[in-house]
């Protein structure tokens, strides 16, 4: 098992464009979190799924936000019409059931 | 609402000096998770340790250890000896337990860069 996947590790878009971030969890994990991580602050928690169905979703995911996870096993996080505030390291982590997320390598999103 | 507070931005330390990183939480869940992360300079985020609210044990791992009190929110880190390889941000987190045991959202606090010199 290599660990949480994420593609693509870096994207620069022009402000406006959509982006679509793709996340691979350690198989057979059931839960999978998305967060986004500013430049000296901690990640904060944008929402999670267990197996296919959303669970909670973090009021500062707005509506050009949207995030998948069909069958339960790789996830998509959605950004429509980017915008400068956008700019970030969105991480994904996973984890089987109570136990420690373990996190991917995340993507550097660079809006222009 | 959930609050992690890392009062320490930053610490310089000389090699093989003990260092200790400080972490007061808030919640009012009276059940919950605590834990500390690593973020290296490569920027994956290492688990390091979860402890449960109603274990107050103290813990230890090689050079690292752990001090929580609930009667003062906090749950410290404490590395032993340092070494420059331990050069890093380090990460207090929170979750809520839920009535089935499982662990939830992380609330991060804003870290600490800790920088070992030789």
């Known amino acids: 098992d290599t660990g949480v996947s994420q593609d693509p590790r870096h994207k620069i878009t022009k402000r406006g464009q959509n982006v679509t971030f793709r996340c691979d969890p350690i198989?057979?994990?059931?839960?999978l979190y998305w967060y986004r991580q500013t430049l000296g602050q901690g990640p904060e928690f944008l929402t999670y799924?267990?197996?296919?169905?959303?669970?909670?979703k973090s009021r500062l995911l707005s509506d050009r936000f949207s995030a998948e996870r069909p069958k339960g096993s790789f996830s998509t996080l959605e950004i429509q019409r980017t915008e400068q505030g956008d700019s970030a390291m969105y991480l994904c982590?996973?984890?089987?059931?109570?136990?420690?997320?373990?996190f991917g390598p995340g993507t550097r999103l660079t809006v222009l | 609402a959930q609050k992690v507070t890392q009062a320490q931005t930053e610490i310089s330390v000389v090699e093989k000096e003990d260092v200790t990183l400080d972490c007061v939480y808030e919640t009012r869940d009276t059940t919950y998770y605590l834990f500390w992360y690593k973020q290296p300079p490569s920027g994956e985020l290492v688990f390091l340790i979860r402890?449960?609210?109603?274990?107050?044990q103290n813990e230890i791992s090689g050079r690292y250890s752990w001090n929580f009190q609930k009667s003062t929110s906090s749950f410290n880190f404490t590395i032993t000896a340092s070494q420059v390889v331990d050069s890093a941000v380090y990460f207090c987190?929170?979750?809520?337990?839920?009535?089935?045991?499982?662990?939830?959202?992380?609330?991060f606090g804003t870290g600490t860069r800790l920088q070992v010199t030789l």
């Open positions: 198989s057979e994990h059931n839960r």
């Open positions: 402890r449960n609210s109603f274990d107050e």
């Open positions: 799924f267990q197996n296919e169905a959303q669970l909670e």
């Open positions: 987190a929170l979750s809520p337990r839920g009535s089935t045991g499982t662990a939830s959202k992380l609330t």
């Open positions: 982590a996973s984890s089987q059931g109570a136990n420690e997320q373990f």
